[in-house]
């Protein structure tokens, strides 16, 4: 399993907020359930985290009304790394990805 972060955005209105709160709980309770929403702070965008074989996958699991709105990310770490997770990782990424690169911030 893998773990992905999908990302869906939607207008900053609302009205938008509302149809999309509406189309998440007729998809599923699982989605209101599981997703972080930014409406309150503006930021409208929802993102859910899962564990699943491949992008694609993942893609499905966003209601059909969002999902071609959705960003689905890779997730390589987890939310509360430990040093060893960290160093795991940039071991896995392969030489000439040193910290700083943009990709990790330096401890
Ligand atoms: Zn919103």
Not at 40 to 48: E, G, I, K, M, S
Not at 56 to 67: G, N, S
Request: proline residues 6%; charged residues 20%; aromatic residues 6%.
């Amino acid at each position: 399993m893998t773990r992905f972060l999908i990302e869906i955005p939607h207008e900053a209105s609302k009205t938008s907020c509302m149809r999309e709160l509406d189309a998440y709980l007729q998809a599923g309770a699982h989605y209101l359930t599981n997703a972080e929403w930014g409406c309150l702070a503006n930021d409208h965008r929802a993102w859910l985290t899962v564990d699943v074989s491949n992008e694609i996958e993942a893609r499905m699991l966003v209601p059909p009304v969002a999902r071609h709105k959705a960003a689905v990310r890779r997730y390589d770490l987890n939310a509360n790394p430990s040093t060893q997770t960290i160093a795991s990782f940039k071991k896995s990424l392969g030489p000439g990805q040193e910290a700083g690169a943009g990709i990790l911030p330096t401890l």
